[in-house]
């Protein structure tokens, strides 16, 4: 089976602009939650999606947005990039909403400039 | 807040050597602990996931144990490969969260 899938890997854009980034979550998977690490640090917790609706989020300004859509895939938004919003942002996948194995991504790597 | 700490934050060792990696965490009412690899640049693969009723979980050359009470987990690499080198990162699930909180990593180097 496939794992979760990304894109795009890798993304350029200057401060002001906006950013889509979408994710496709394990077969059967309906749980999606984004995170964001940057640069020597852990990731940090974004945004949970369970059943299309959102379950969860993190201490992240409204300039984040995300959306699950009815196949279960998800799409994060981020507008009036900042150059701190220069990341990994990391999806992930599990069954049920908590208590289980959170199934990783390859991550989007975003550089802000 | 939860907050995880991972010590030592890198780790340069020769091949063969047993690996000892440590993860601490502020809130003992976790559900279940989590340990990732990550290469480079790269996303997070699953080693290891111990539910808090549990002391230890075993892969392979990899086993982890968690004491909460005392708030901390390790992990063990027997025998390491040159492979085994990347950052490994510990998580933790409260049990009543949804989120993983996740520590900065220790960073190995193994050398051949």
């Known amino acids: 089976d496939a794992g979760v899938t990304q894109s795009p890997t890798h993304l350029i854009k200057t401060r002001g602009q906006q950013v889509t980034l979408r994710c496709s979550p394990i077969?059967?998977?309906?749980?999606v939650s984004w995170y964001q690490q940057v640069l020597g640090q852990g990731p940090q917790f974004i945004f949970q999606?369970?059943?299309?609706?959102?379950?969860g989020r993190g201490n992240f300004p409204d300039r984040f947005s995300a959306r699950q859509f009815p196949n279960y895939s998800s799409e994060l938004n981020v507008n009036a990039l900042l150059l701190g919003d220069s990341a990994l942002y990391l999806c992930?996948?599990?069954?049920?909403?908590?208590?289980?194995?959170?199934?990783f991504g390859p991550g989007t790597r975003l550089t802000v400039l | 807040k939860q907050e995880v700490t991972q010590i030592p934050a890198a780790l340069s060792v020769p091949e063969g050597e047993n690996l000892v990696l440590n993860c601490s965490f502020t809130?003992?009412?976790?559900?279940?602990l989590q340990w990732f690899r990550q290469d480079p640049g790269k996303g997070l693969t699953s080693l290891l996931l111990?539910?808090?009723?549990?002391r230890e979980q075993t892969s392979g050359r990899l086993n982890a144990s968690l004491d909460k009470s005392s708030g901390r987990s390790t992990l063990y690499i027997a025998a390491s490969q040159p492979g085994d080198s990347a950052t490994y990162l510990c998580a933790v699930s409260l049990s009543n969260d949804y989120k993983l909180s996740f520590g900065a990593g220790t960073t190995v180097t193994v050398r051949a």
């Open positions: 111990i539910q808090s009723s549990q």
């Open positions: 809130d003992s009412a976790i559900y279940n």
């Open positions: 077969s059967g998977h309906k749980s």
């Open positions: 999606y369970y059943e299309k609706e959102e379950r």
């Open positions: 992930a996948s599990s069954l049920e909403r908590e208590r289980v194995t959170q199934y």
